[in-house]
């Protein structure tokens, strides 16, 4: 759903459930945030009463996940340290969000630090539907993490935000040459987000550079626009087509621009 996003807009109702857990440190951003969260919440509670209305939420697979972190004006509470928000970055905070599968006739309640990525649902929801894919996918089936049987489970993920960068259990290769080793110890450990140039870690630098390079040799799995059927995209005016040609010189101006420095 949009929520939870900016504009940080307080919603129109849940505001006495929202502030009762207040504390007197927050800022109006936040709390509007965190008023928003409380609405997501209610919102997704209908969801579930809905499905047990219909006395299928034993045996529904319900999916809850984030596409990046939380607004860098925001600073979530964790249990041992405060967490300003990641998002528009590389870093933990800016890449790693909440992933929360329900399916009680199926799933056993655990914990996991296994990698999935947003890439991997469609693979996994269409294996577990019995639905073969007849195209290529970048995902990865990862469904016998939700239902305990055997499986190949994903050692890295390669992300190409602002250039490409990978990250595996332990570090974080960014395109610019930079290497964060990234102990999972703790909240504290894992945010710090340390840089390393120990020369024990260049094998893993090396290694992790080789998968950047793989998947930024790979051609784009479709070139040009893609069509969808019984659909016919409106023919643009041709001052559309002058804004568009514009806006692409510029970005063209810009990575020029960018190499030279």
Same mark, same amino acid.
């Given at each position: 759903?949009?929520?939870?996003?900016? !504009?940080? $807009?307080?919603?129109?109702?849940?505001? #006495?459930?929202?502030?009762?857990?207040?504390?007197? &440190? @927050? %800022?109006?951003?936040?709390?509007?945030?965190?008023?928003?969260?409380?609405?997501?919440?209610?919102?997704?509670?209908?969801?579930?009463?809905?499905?047990?209305?219909?006395?299928?939420?034993?045996?529904?697979?319900?999916?809850?996940?984030?596409?990046?972190?939380?607004?860098?004006?925001?600073?979530?509470?964790?249990?041992?340290?405060?967490?300003?928000?990641?998002?528009?970055?590389?870093?933990?905070?800016?890449?790693?969000?909440?992933?929360?599968?329900?399916?009680?006739?199926?799933?056993?309640?655990?914990?996991?630090?296994?990698?999935?990525?947003?890439?991997?649902?469609? !693979?996994? $929801?269409?294996?577990?539907?019995?639905? #073969?894919?007849?195209?290529?996918?970048?995902?990865? &089936? @990862? %469904?016998?993490?939700?239902?305990?049987?055997?499986?190949?489970?994903?050692?890295?993920?390669?992300?190409?935000?602002?250039?490409?960068?990978?990250?595996?259990?332990?570090?974080?290769?960014?395109?610019?040459?930079?290497?964060?080793?990234?102990?999972?110890?703790?909240?504290?450990?894992?945010?710090?987000?340390?840089?390393?140039?120990?020369?024990?870690?260049?094998?893993?630098?090396?290694?992790?550079?080789?998968?950047?390079?793989?998947?930024?040799?790979?051609?784009?799995?479709?070139?040009?626009?893609?069509?969808?059927?019984?659909?016919?995209?409106?023919?643009?005016?041709?001052?559309?087509?002058?804004?568009?040609?514009?806006?692409?010189?510029?970005?063209?101006?810009?990575?020029?621009?960018?190499?030279?420095?």
């Amino acid at each position: 759903m949009a929520l939870v996003h900016d !504009p940080f $807009i307080i919603p129109p109702s849940l505001g #006495e459930k929202a502030s009762a857990k207040y504390t007197d &440190d @927050l %800022s109006d951003k936040t709390k509007a945030y965190g008023h928003m969260i409380t609405y997501m919440d209610d919102i997704i509670g209908q969801m579930m009463a809905r499905l047990k209305k219909h006395s299928i939420d034993e045996n529904t697979l319900v999916i809850f996940t984030g596409d990046n972190g939380t607004h860098p004006s925001i600073v979530s509470k964790l249990p041992d340290m405060d967490l300003k928000g990641g998002k528009f970055s590389r870093t933990e905070a800016g890449s790693r969000v909440p992933f929360i599968a329900r399916w009680p006739k199926k799933i056993k309640p655990a914990v996991t630090e296994d990698f999935i990525c947003l890439v991997d649902v469609l !693979p996994t $929801i269409a294996s577990i539907a019995g639905i #073969e894919l007849t195209a290529e996918v970048d995902g990865m &089936d @990862l %469904s016998h993490n939700f239902l305990g049987t055997e499986g190949k489970d994903r050692d890295y993920i390669v992300m190409p935000f602002k250039g490409f960068y990978v990250r595996d259990k332990r570090f974080r290769l960014d395109a610019d040459g930079r290497m964060f080793d990234i102990p999972v110890t703790s909240n504290k450990e894992r945010y710090s987000e340390k840089e390393t140039k120990n020369p024990e870690h260049e094998p893993d630098r090396k290694r992790l550079q080789a998968l950047i390079d793989q998947y930024q040799s790979l051609p784009p799995l479709y070139d040009g626009a893609v069509k969808v059927e019984g659909f016919e995209a409106p023919e643009l005016t041709e001052e559309q087509k002058k804004a568009a040609a514009k806006k692409a010189e510029n970005k063209k101006a810009k990575r020029a621009e960018k190499k030279k420095k």
